[in-house]
């Protein structure tokens, strides 16, 4: 314990950029896994209107939100990279 507090001036820096890389890291996946989600579900809706069972106005409305959806994420990455 005591030997911790001497070397906590040292260890504090790496400790804080590991802190900070493993938050990076977290939201690098977690948008990753909300583009691929949205992804199978636009593909999953495109499977849906081949094999008939939703309309044709269904299948645009919903792959309008879709894209938007995905094309938001994009815009969010971006920013977050400019940053």
Same mark, same amino acid.
């Given at each position: 314990m005591?030997? #911790?507090?001497?070397i906590a001036p040292l260890t504090a820096?790496?400790? !804080?950029?590991t802190w900070i890389a493993d938050k990076i890291l977290e939201q690098a996946?977690?948008?990753l896994n909300e583009k691929e989600n949205l992804s199978k579900r636009l593909l999953a809706l495109q499977l849906a209107f #081949?094999? !008939? #069972?939703?309309?044709?106005s269904?299948?645009?409305a919903e792959e309008?939100?879709?894209?938007l959806a995905?094309?938001?994420l994009e815009e969010q990455a971006r920013a977050s990279e400019a940053e």
């Open positions: 005591f030997l #911790d507090l001497l820096p790496v400790t !804080g950029l996946s977690t948008e #081949d094999m !008939g #069972d939703i309309s044709e269904e299948f645009e309008e939100a879709l894209l995905i094309q938001a």
